[in-house]
């Protein structure tokens, strides 16, 4: 095969881990932490547990809460000042992936300077960043265990994919528990996302045994336990939950992504929309799309949606996209466009797919995507 890289953080996973964040922030150095979280997180009270845990190890910190779904880049740069401003040190968000990127942007500018825009696509971060801490309080998003970070550019309307190696925060805490307080609608978008993160990454012209194993791990988990963590909250479940989203985030960040993320970054910072919003609309367009290029590996994961064969590769690769979306259609979530951005949103897909081209997750896709056909895709499902 092929020489490969795999690349991940330190994982402290289990329920109660978040008890060992300031072990691990001594462990980095701190003396003043930085932390980066949002309104959300404030309200259901873990961000005050935090700090009483940081409190407890002696640990002193600085908080940063100019933080919105979707971060945008004068937020980033905004905290990287603060940061700078205050002598801080170690990096602690605590989040979904809106405070978890926002970090990892403020990582970027306080060590490498410059704007956010700088440092778009992939390999353009030179300097090493200061150590982070990243505790996600989601099943999705990835960015405590990725080399991804999204960033809205609020000008161009368009969210960023910066990628780098050093984007890999040196420990990523999971703790299930954390879950217990999310909607069942953040439960949802989150468990999705993670699901369109393996299924990309499964298909990516990178994948390689090391990712393609947690990307299969992670749509199983996913498609046997979102249900049940959705009706009950069953913490059993929400820990499946949350072991997937660790493999897909394990296998996308080294294997990439696609052409639906491609396009869900360009829809999500036109429109202003989460990932976990566009991915039941748009995933199974963009699978029938690559279908061609990958009939085996859609087989693959056909049988695990299906539990079974139907005939062919091909045929039982067709057959697992129609479940998938008959799986995605039993949640309470848009399947079409129109229900999102409405009639007036219509005009403005073609710049949106022109600019999608453009983006570094339509590198990996298995089949090369112009920006016509990109529309085709969205016009489906529209």
């Not at 949002?38 to 309200?43: C, F, L, V």
């Not at 990243?134 to 999705?140: N, P, Q």
């Not at 007036?344 to 920006?371: F, H, S, V």
């Amino acid at each position: 095969m092929d020489i490969t890289k795999f690349a991940i953080p330190e994982i402290i996973f289990g329920r109660g881990s978040l008890n060992y964040a300031g072990q691990c922030a001594l462990r980095l150095g701190a003396k003043k932490v930085f932390l980066v979280s949002d309104a959300g997180i404030e309200q259901a009270g873990w961000l005050q547990r935090l700090m009483d845990i940081l409190e407890k190890e002696g640990i002193e910190w600085v908080y940063y809460h100019g933080v919105t779904s979707n971060p945008r880049d004068f937020q980033v740069e905004q905290g990287a000042e603060m940061y700078l401003k205050n002598g801080a040190d170690v990096i602690i968000a605590i989040g979904g992936g809106s405070p978890m990127d926002t970090a990892k942007g403020i990582a970027i500018l306080a060590s490498n300077g410059g704007r956010i825009r700088d440092y778009e696509g992939a390999n353009k971060v030179q300097r090493p960043l200061p150590p982070m801490v990243l505790i996600t309080t989601t099943a999705g998003s990835g960015s405590d265990i990725s080399q991804f970070c999204i960033i809205t550019d609020m000008a161009r309307k368009v969210k960023m994919s910066i990628i780098t190696r050093t984007l890999v925060p040196n420990i990523a805490i999971v703790d299930p528990l954390i879950l217990r307080t999310k909607s069942e609608t953040l439960i949802i978008q989150s468990a999705i996302d993670a699901l369109a993160h393996a299924t990309e990454a499964y298909l990516s012209v990178i994948a390689s045994p090391f990712t393609e194993m947690h990307s299969l791990k992670a749509i199983e988990l996913i498609h046997k336990n979102l249900k049940r963590a959705v009706e009950t909250k069953s913490l059993d479940s929400l820990e499946q939950l949350s072991i997937a989203a660790v493999s897909a985030s394990m296998a996308f960040s080294n294997a990439g992504l696609g052409a639906e993320h491609a396009l869900a970054h360009s829809l999500g910072g036109h429109f202003d929309l989460r990932h976990g919003v566009i991915h039941p609309i748009l995933l199974t367009a963009v699978m029938r799309f690559n279908l061609d290029s990958r009939v085996a590996k859609m087989a693959d994961i056909g049988r695990i949606i299906l539990n079974g064969t139907k005939g062919s590769d091909r045929e039982t690769a067709l057959a697992g996209i129609d479940k998938l979306q008959e799986f995605f259609a039993s949640f309470d979530v848009s399947l079409r466009f129109r229900d999102e951005i409405g009639e007036e949103g219509r005009q403005y897909l073609e710049p949106i797919c022109k600019m999608a081209i453009n983006d570094a997750c339509n590198l990996t896709n298995p089949r090369l995507a112009n920006w016509e056909e990109l529309l085709k895709i969205c016009e489906e499902v529209w």
